[in-house]
Each structure stands twice: as structure tokens, then as C-alpha cells.
DNA sequence: ATGCTATTAATAAATCGCTATCAGAAAATC
DNA sequence: GATTTTCTGATAGCGATTTATTAATAGCAT
């Protein structure tokens, strides 16, 4: 029984779990940032789950974001002086477009990359960019969604 | 005594001083800001006014970055994921890169502004947008400064 | 169904960046 | 140099975000 265990290799030491279990908060969770297609903060995360998943707490937004980042299915996105949002990886390379009245943070295609690969310095190694352009978004203007 | 006052129109609600003074402090906070030539969190103003002026508190260092930003000497540049840093105002345009080994952040010149603004989709009305470039500097790649 | 254990909700507590407080130090003024 | 009032340093406090704790809940394998 305890001999089975000893030839398991643990190189992927788990802050948490060990097997994962699909539990309605986490599908929930899941879904919310799959269907925002937009990076959402814990707490934008934590409203919208809740409706489908009464009694989420927030300490399960967290939780959910580490496991989710650990097996490579979330990422970061950070906007200067803001709280970190998470949204769903694979996507293309993109950047973001927050709205200076909702605050709220929106995928944009597209991307001259070759154009800020040029602005690095001579002694620079460069190694990626972000872009984040700032406005307001169609709602915030009074156009209909 | 107290009517002499009451004619004084306080447009400007001043948080802090009304008559500034010239201390030791100030001028070496405000030397190093200078000097740097690049933005600096309060911390890294800190540590490097303290060699100039033994004793400084933190305190102090933010004092006067409200003070300058009120006089607009100084302006705040964000960047994803960090506390805000800080930099002398009245340059041109320009962008920034940051160090993943250093954390330190540079300013770097030029700015495809017209292809940046394309990017915007429709609907979406753009204001500024800003482009940090990440990667490693000079001195962190082993080059002498 | 039962048992094992991952998971959760609630909440306490730790961080972090920044601000307020206040007594003493030090500019500016006389 | 004495007076007045700003300025400073030390530190407590605050708001916001994130993590740890813990007893109870609920997947999942058997």
C-alpha cells in the first residue's frame, strides 16, 4: 500500500492539490473567464460566478487562478496601477484597450510589432512588449453594445 | 489678525505647505529625480537621496513627489504589475522599458504613434495609449554601462 | 453507499503602498 | 538672534488586495 507511492516522482511540487476534482465552483469559474473573452479582475470574476454559483467565496477565485495558472490554462495580464486581471490562455498575441470611465480592460487585434521591436536602444535585449491604448469604450460613449 | 485673511481667495486648496521653503531634503530628492534621467519608485528615490542627505524619511519623499506632481515638475509612469514610479515632466513622448533582472525602468525614444492608433477598433474612442517594451539592460546582460 | 481526501466558505491575518499624526528641527522673516 | 511657521522623521494607521486557517462539504474510487 505505501511502497506503491515511493516510486512516484513528485517533480512538480503542488502548492495544492494532488488529483484535481471537477467541482461546481471551479467549472463555473472556468466558464466565466472563458465567455468574458477579456481579462476580469478576481472580484469581476467573483460577481459573475456567483450568479451561477451561490456562496462563492473569493478565497475560491484565488484558488481557482493559482491552479488554473499552474496548469498553464490562465495569464496575467497587468494594466499600470491596476489590479492584476487574468484571462484565458492560447489566444494570439493581442494587447488591451482599458476604458478611462468603466475601467474596464478589452482585447484589441493587432500589432506593429516590428515597429516597437525597432524602439528598443542598441544594448537592449528585448524580449516582448505590451501595448495598453486608453479611451473609452462603446457603452461609456452612450452607443449601444 | 483673523480679517486679514478673509479676503485671501484659497482657490487652490493646498493639502500641504502654502509658502514653500528650500530644505536640504527637497533639493536632493528633487537632484536625484533630475539626475536619474528615468522614472524612480519612491523607494529607489529614497535610497538614493539618503547618501545626500543622511536621515531622510519616506515620508518626506512622498511629500514632495505630491508637491512636485502639484507643481506638475513631476509626473507618475505606470507600469503593469508595479507600484508607481516617477519622472520629470516636459519630455517628449516617449515609452518605456523595463529589466526582468533589475526590475529597473529606462526610457526609450520613439513612438510608431500612427500605427499604434489604428489599432483601435471601431466604437472605441482612443485617448493615450502607452507601450512598455520588457527584456533585459544593459548592465544586466554583462555589458559595462 | 462508504471512506478518503480534495475542496470550499468564512474569516482572520498578512502584505503592500501610501497617508495622517505629531513633536521636534530648521527655514524664512524680522 | 528671536520668532514664526513650515518641514521633517518616526511610526501608527488605513484601504485594498491576497494568503492562510479551519471546520465542514462534497467529488470520486472502491
Redesign the pocket.
Known amino acids: 500500500m505505501d511502497s506503491d507511492k515511493s516510486h512516484i516522482d513528485e517533480t512538480t511540487p ?14 463555473v ?1 472556468q466558464r466565466v473567464l472563458l465567455e468574458a473573452n477579456r481579462p476580469l ?3 469581476d470574476i467573483l460577481l459573475a460566478a456567483q450568479a451561477r ?15 488554473m495558472m499552474t496548469e498553464g490554462t490562465l495569464v496575467a495580464v497587468g494594466i499600470p496601477g ?3 486581471r487574468y484571462e484565458t490562455a492560447g489566444k494570439e498575441h493581442h494587447h488591451h484597450f482599458q476604458c478611462r470611465e468603466c475601467d474596464g480592460v478589452f482585447d484589441i487585434q493587432g500589432c506593429p510589432t516590428d515597429d516597437l521591436v525597432k524602439l528598443a536602444p542598441k544594448g537592449f535585449r528585448l524580449e516582448s512588449h505590451q501595448v495598453v491604448l486608453y479611451g473609452v469604450c462603446p457603452p461609456c460613449t452612450g452607443m449601444p453594445a
Request: hydrophobic residues 30%; proline residues 8%.
Open positions: 503542488r502548492t495544492h492539490p494532488r488529483a484535481r476534482r471537477r467541482t461546481r465552483q471551479r467549472s469559474i479582475t478576481p472580484q454559483a451561490p456562496g462563492l467565496g473569493i478565497a475560491t477565485v484565488y484558488r481557482t487562478i493559482h491552479t491596476e489590479a492584476a
